[in-house]
């Protein structure tokens, strides 16, 4: 059985002061995290909790940019649709393998990317 937590009502702020830097920081720092927000960000930080940093691998990020524009421009021009995988044409068929093994190849990656 599920506990039912009880809701947080904040109904207190505090104000403080910032130099545009030292805001800039701060939300740098809240945008590399998994917080949903500023504020949340602080109160992490303030009471020592711990906040869990996000990581982005760039050359990852491209290559999965070019696949997907390559897939989508595929599927513009007809060349690369789910459905053709029961059709007779040599040529979709092929396609179709070479993208289903380019994407167990980036999934393989993606994983044992997030396992290191």
């Not at 999965?64 to 690369?80: P, T």
């Not at 044409?89 to 393989?108: G, R, W």
Request: charged residues 30%; proline residues 3%.
């Amino acid at each position: 059985m599920k506990k039912s937590r009880k809701k947080v009502v904040r109904s207190l702020s505090i104000r403080i002061r910032l130099t545009p830097q030292e805001y800039s920081l701060l939300t740098e720092r809240q945008q590399g995290s998994t917080c949903p927000s500023l504020s949340h960000y602080i109160r992490q930080t303030i009471f020592r909790r711990r906040i869990v940093k996000t990581t982005r691998n760039l050359s990852e990020d491209a290559m999965m940019d070019a696949l997907s524009r390559i897939q989508r421009e595929l599927e513009r021009i007809g060349l690369y649709n789910p459905d053709l995988r029961s059709a007779g044409e040599a040529e979709a068929k092929e396609i179709i393998k070479l993208l289903d093994e380019l994407n167990q190849e980036i999934k393989h990656q993606w994983s044992y990317g997030r396992t290191n």
